[in-house]
């Protein structure tokens, strides 16, 4: 979630590979200087969805400078947390914590109708259609840009 928020987000090395910090006779923050779980990136399912989660989330920020420096509006807090983000031409909708499966989206603050719109999470291309867009993904996030 740190990576959709404004400003400048810390990663600890580690966070984006959901490394353990449970290291034997450490104290205070030494653990931050454990090694890094590189055996479990190579073998781990677990781990490589986690680590593709970020690289997903780190792309996008990457892509759309609104993201970290653009105004902030929400759109909906009914089934999870939609909001947009604009910064000059630069203009986004992301949505966090839906439900997994359908989804429908109020997109009218942002995009047209006809618009064709991306979802970078499921990588998706989608027709906003009176003013929303519907689609249907595994997953509880959705990252939308214009097409």
């Known amino acids: ?80 947390l939609v909001f947009s983000r604009i910064r000059k031409e630069d203009k986004i909708i992301a949505g966090i914590n839906l439900s997994k499966g359908n989804k429908v989206l109020n997109v009218s603050s942002i995009f047209k109708n006809g618009d064709t719109v991306n979802d970078f999470y499921s990588n998706q291309l989608i027709e906003v259609k009176d003013g929303k867009v519907t689609l249907n993904s595994a997953f509880d996030i959705v990252l939308l840009e214009k097409k």
Do not use: C
């Not at 449970?22 to 030494?30: C, L, N, Q, S, Y």
């Not at 090694?35 to 969805?49: A, C, G, P, R």
């Not at 970020?54 to 902030?72: C, E, P």
């Open 1 to 80: 979630m740190l990576l959709l928020t404004p400003g400048t987000s810390q990663v600890y090395y580690g966070d984006e590979s959901a490394r353990d910090l449970t290291i034997d006779d450490t104290v205070g923050d030494a653990t931050l200087r454990s090694f890094m779980n590189w055996n479990d990136i190579k073998t781990k399912d677990e781990t490589q969805k986690i680590l593709h989660h970020w690289q997903k989330l780190g792309q996008f920020r990457a892509n759309h400078m609104s993201v970290g420096a653009g105004k902030y509006q929400l759109i909906s807090e009914d089934n999870g």
